[in-house]
Structures are given as C-alpha cells and as structure tokens.
C-alpha cells in the first residue's frame, strides 16, 4: 500500500466512507488505486455480468469469472491488495429504489465509473440532492475526462447538454452513401425489415421481399433477399438518380458470379499484413461477406424462428453482427466504398470508440487524486480541478478550473422549461410521462398544474385519464404552469405547456 497523505489527511482517508458507482473499465483500475492508497471503506454497485470481450482491459477478472458480478468478483479480486479493506459489493442498478437519498448520505464522496448517460445523470442528481462531492469520469479510446462536481460550488454533471446523437439524411442512406458510417446504418435497417418488429418510422419500411420465411425453403429465401438488396434495388436506385456527377455509379451484383469469385481477386482483403489476424479483425472479400450473409439469414429462419417478427439488434449478438457486417460491406463494395473489418463495424453500429486500457487507468489514478484532494483538504476547493485526457499536442493531461454553475441548467440552476403541442396530434397525459422519463432522464415523475389539479405520478392514474390529450385537461390552458418533481431524485423543474394548431 502507498500512502499518498501524512497524519490528520491520511486518518481521514482511511475513515472516508466511499461509493463507487460502476466496475468496469475505469472501475476496476479505480477500485485497486483506492485500496492502495489508503481508502478502507467502499461500496461499490454494477448492474453487470462480467463478459469475454471485458478480459482484455478489466483487470480484475479472469476467463472463470465469465457470467458473475462485475461488482462481487471486483471486490473479491482487491481484498487481496488489502484485507483490512471493507468493501461491500451491490449486484444491481444505481437508480433502484434502495439506493435512495438517504442510502447516498452515509458517504463521504461518491466516484462515477459509468459509461450511461442515464445513470451518470441520475448519480448527479443524487448528489446535487445530498450534498455530497462528485467525481465524475470518463472515457472514448485515447481521449477521456475527470471532472469534481462541488455542489453549489461548482457545475454539475448536466449544466453543459450532452451532445445529441448524430442523424443522416434519409436520401444519403438510401441512395447515395459515400462512409462506411451510411452502410452500416443501412445495415441495421435492412436488419429490422426483415427479422424486426413491422415499424412504419423504418425509412426502409417499404422494402418488402416477396414469399418471405419458409424454413423448408431458406436457401431460396437467402438468394431472393440477395437478389432483392443488392440487385434489384441497385438498378431501381441507378434508374431515380440519374446525375452521378464524379461519382461511379453503383454496381449491382449476381449471386452466382460473386460465388465463383476467386479467394485472391479482392482488393481490400489480399493485402493484409498479418495472416494469422482474427477473421473479426479480417476485411473481408466480396465472396467472404456474400457467404457470410447467406448463412446468416439461413441461420436466423432455420435456427431462431421465433425471433423473427421481434428481434431487436444487438452488438453483442454475433449472429446479428455477422449479418450486419456482411450487409454494409456488400453495400461499400457496391458503391466503391472503403470495406471494413467486422470489429470496426461493430464499433460503428454500436456508436462504440473501443475501449484503451491505458486511458482507463490514467483517469482512475486521476479520480483518486480528486478525491483525495477533496477529502483530506475540503476547505480548499481551487485545488480540485478538471482534467482533459487527450493523446495528441504536447501535454497529455491538461488541467483547469472548475467551471461555475450554469444558472439556465434546470438540474441545479433556476431555469425552467417549456414545451409546445399541436393539439392536431392529440398529444396525450400518458406521452408526458412518457417524455418526462425519457428526455429527462426521471424515474417516476409526479405532475401538478398549478393552475388546476394534481395528476402525480403515472400509476395514480387509471387508463382513461392517461389516454386524454393534454389539451383537454381541466384548466391546463396555452402557458399553464407544470410542477414536476421526482422523489426518487429529490429534483423538480417547473415546465410550461403551450398548444398550437399548427
């Protein structure tokens, strides 16, 4: 064990009562510098089950612990740095019921190792309710970012909006892709017309293949959906979009020559430096993909029928990584496009940068040394600071203040918000709740109009009242004022409501 502090400051480490909230990638390294720096009583809370693909950057874990709790086996893992440790392990989600206002005032200082937005919000609030110091952390590939959360001393999680999730032009994916990123996405639609739940909002929903699952007949059903995506639509989309400008149109292909294609005529896979290198990690010939995605559609009718209607993409389904990579990568070939190993594309898919056990190490000894700041000179809050992990420039690690609050954050400043309706769309109570959960990231709202009555939270009202439309509600005119709060979180905002018929 290192002792990082002398005297009062390391009695003080050694009595501050710590909550460690995920024991992942930053976790597990965060986990082993508290126990090695002084810090002997920690809780920790993962909702997780410890994977294959963890082993390689999460530390603490071995191939027998496949399939147990990220947290348990974490804790088990550092006592062996330090037995005098007390450290209590919690297999379960942070926003339970449990884990309350006042489960949050037993500790000193909570650390976030979290890699969801929701319950890095949630973990704010908490602390913004209890008082508590926050150190929030975390990470994408080479870059990542430690940030002290003081509350009503300094900004919190939220006072800056999350970027939103980046979209593409319905057209760009349709028809005309030029990334890899347009393939893929592609992919992932094509995915949910054919084994997914019917959606109407799909921008591919009008794509249908004719007699469609028949498990006596799969390889007849493979080859039309062969010929359906990557022949037929390829000559309909060349047909439409007849100006290409510098660009080569798309090719459309038949099946059976790009069966009899040699191993060795494909561009993007003949010059791979590394011959033993993982198929996944492998850019794949035009053959390889077209194999590929015939057996996985044979694999989805003969082998999980029961799915089909109702599967949902997952990265982690291997299954529906095979099809998705061997979908985008007949498409890039198609349309001249870069092809891409199936690692990367299920780093695309996924919105996924991958992992680097470095960065996660270098943020964990960074969080610990917040903390340690905080807990062994409270009083002197210009020392915690916020510091960016960035791999390019001359500074690895660049540290700033602690920027102040943000008065217009609803989380923790005075602003308030509103929201428009066009009554055309008949935009009902139940959709509040609905918006309030999702968008704000809230558990179990409670509403009251000011104005009028009080609905409080979803459960309190029968189906009926839920179906009305907003507009219709009793004294909930065009800028009426809404109370929501949420108990769970100890936070509310108030909300105005305006109506339009337009």
Known sequence: MVSLCLGEAAKRLKAARVLVV????????????????????????DLDTIDLSNLNRQFLF??????????????????????K???????????????????????????????????????????????????????????GQVQPILPGESACFECTPAAKQKTYAVCTIRSTPDKPVHC???AKHIFSVLFG?????????????????????????????????????????????????????????????????KKDDNDEAKHQPAQNRLREQQVLSLKQNTEDFLSAVRSFVTERPSEIGQAVFDKDDDLAMKFISAVANIRMHIYGIPCQSRFAVKGIAGNIVHAIATTNAIAAGLIVMEAIKRLAHPSNTPQSKTTWIKAEGPVLLQPQSLEKKNSQCVICGEATMSITICTKKEFRLRDLYAVLKKEMNMIEPAINNLNGDFYGI?????????????????????????SIEDENQDFGFNLFVFFTKG
């Open 22 to 45: 995920g024991a992942g990638g930053i976790g597990c390294e965060l986990l082993k510098n508290l126990v090695l720096t002084g810090f002997e009583d920690i809780e920790v809370i």
């Open 62 to 83: 071995r191939h027998q612990h496949i399939g147990h709790s990220k947290a348990k086996v974490a804790r088990e893992t550092v006592l062996k740095f330090n037995p």
């Open 85 to 143: 440790c007390k450290i209590i392990a919690h297999h379960g989600n942070i926003k339970d019921a449990k884990f309350d206002a006042d489960y949050f005032k037993t500790f000193d200082i909570v650390l976030n190792a979290l890699d969801n937005v929701g319950a890095r919000q949630h973990v704010n609030r908490m602390c913004l309710a209890t008082s508590k110091p926050l150190v929030e952390s975390g990470t994408q590939g080479y870059l």
């Open 184 to 186: 893929v996405v592609w």
């Open 197 to 261: 739940p019917k959606d109407t909002e799909n921008m591919l929903s009008d794509l249908t293949i004719p007699d469609m699952f028949d498990q006596n007949s799969s390889e007849a059903f493979e080859r039309r959906a062969f010929r359906k995506l990557f022949h037929d639509e390829i000559i309909k989309i060349s047909a439409e979009q007849k100006d290409w400008g510098d660009r080569v149109p798309p090719k459309p292909l038949d099946l059976e020559e790009v069966l009899l294609e």
């Open 458 to 482: 979803e459960e309190d009202n029968d189906a009926k009242m839920l179906d009305r439309p907003l507009h219709t509600l009793n004294a909930l005119n065009s800028g009426a004022q809404l």
